[in-house]
DNA sequence: CCACAAATGATAGTAAAGCTATCAAAAAAG
DNA sequence: CTTTTTTGATAGCTTTACTATCATTTGTGG
């Protein structure tokens, strides 16, 4: 697939300075997620982030005012990311029940990426990140403040995308939002689990395929 | 309802003292949910709940070996105990489907609780940090060692409990684990969203109603 | 009720995390 | 080529997350 380079740009400030703008803001963005994946979250600091770089703490303060914001700016880009890969993938599928059922696979299977639409950024380690670590982005005190600033506009955004879809399917289906967010989650929750704690799940081999067909089944199921 | 006094007992050592049995230990307890909710359990600290109980850090640390184990140690608390709750419940139900019925009633008000079953502890404020703390128990670098050191037990005999219940129904439903994990995350997750993230679910005055309302119609829907 | 063990409190101290400030050097923009 | 912006180098400060020691209190078995 021939795919030109595509810029994902957000709508709030989770970052201080643009850190796609400049060379050590992309460092920054490139060895935060390979870090983070590296060390988990809690381990991961700006300090070690800035010695991986040959820059300094000072300097990545300037680009992010601490680590957790810097998450929430890799999260909102994954969102942004699979957002416009979706809309890709559905170009042309005029069947809301083909558009959803894509939908759903291309969710799931983000972390096969084969197609790495930016330069300096590996989707195939954000994924691994995502899975592990998005939903800490607003499980904090600060959550409702965050909501303010827009720092989940682009999760809602593609949740509501999505929804509009079952509604295209089923106009009286009455969780929509629900239904999406719920998949959205699960499709991270069910890779971990086959991972780490496999008698959460029933996916395992294929777990990729497995998971598409379990959440496939659940929504159908559900709006029909 | 008439309740006697239950002693909810854990099958691993998240702690390195049994807080149950010493007057500190309770108080540990039922101080550190009362402040997990306050501050959330980034701004948590060992020092605060020391100073909140009139002990000192070195006496807490003689507890737990870290606020991670202790946050172990409530999920795991949650999970025994709720599972001991939706047994009581389903007694004398025979028809799996009623059995189901009732369990997803019983999780999902869980935050409802009129019915303090364990007298140091207040599970209305113990759902709220279960609810927005929960996941970080196992979404850490350490969670296979974790895991096998049974960490994670209480969590995943409930859900084996209630996927065979699920087979009961349909003993060819291929997902039944996925789907009960699914659910009981969506249970907390619906919640956590209408109070903070509204337009990601469509619960919203009747939250609990709503989000039974929900669960049961994605559960039976996905099995039958 | 005494002796002894266990639990707690008081205090101190350490390493790392999570910042902020300052100033000089380098790079980029006009 | 000068001026603004960015980065690096260094320093320092507060808080967190512990560990250690020793005295005191509490609780228990004889």
New binding site residues.
């Given amino acids: 697939m021939l795919s030109a380079s595509v810029k994902i740009s957000l709508d709030h400030k989770s970052y201080l300075?643009e850190p796609e703008s400049?060379?050590?803001?992309r460092k920054i963005i490139a060895e935060s997620i390979r870090l983070i994946d590296a060390l988990g979250f809690?381990?991961?600091?700006?300090?070690?982030l800035?010695a991986e770089?040959?820059?300094?703490?000072?300097?990545v303060?300037?680009?992010f005012?601490?680590?957790?914001k810097l998450l929430v700016y890799l999260v909102s880009w994954y969102w942004a990311w699979l957002h416009y890969t979706v809309t890709f993938q559905l170009q042309n599928l005029p069947s809301p029940t083909d558009r959803l059922n894509r939908a759903i696979e291309v969710v799931a299977r983000a972390g096969q990426a084969d197609d790495p639409s930016v330069a300096h950024i590996d989707e195939r380690i954000l994924h691994r990140v995502i899975v592990a670590e998005s939903s800490k982005v607003y499980h904090t005190k600060e959550v409702d403040s965050e909501n303010k600033e827009g720092f989940f506009l682009e999760l809602k955004r593609f949740c509501h995308y999505l929804a509009l879809i079952v509604l295209e399917i089923n106009p009286g289906y009455p969780y929509p939002h629900a239904l999406i967010s719920t998949t959205l989650e699960a499709a991270h929750q069910q890779l971990f689990f086959a991972q780490h704690l496999p008698s959460l799940t029933d996916v395992a081999a294929e777990q990729y395929t497995e998971t598409v067909n379990f959440l496939k089944q659940m929504v159908f199921a559900s709006i029909k």
Avoid: P, V
């Fill in positions: 300075r400049t060379t050590l803001g809690e381990q991961f600091t700006f300090k070690k800035a770089i040959g820059s300094t703490e000072a300097s303060y300037r680009y005012e601490n680590k957790h």
